[in-house]
């Protein structure tokens, strides 16, 4: 996976989580989010 990180080069600790498909009609269901240490 790539790491993401804010404009002073800190790992991203908060935001949205956006979830899209390539222009066809999708849904998801049972998303889990797992948190790493």
């Known amino acids: 996976s790539d790491n993401f990180t804010d404009?002073?080069?800190?790992?991203?600790?908060e935001g949205y989580i956006s979830l899209q498909s390539e222009g066809h009609?999708?849904?998801f269901r049972n998303i889990k989010i797992k948190?790493?240490?």
């Open 7 to 13: 404009k002073i080069d800190q790992p991203l600790k």
């Open 25 to 27: 009609p999708i849904e």
């Open 35 to 37: 948190e790493f240490d």
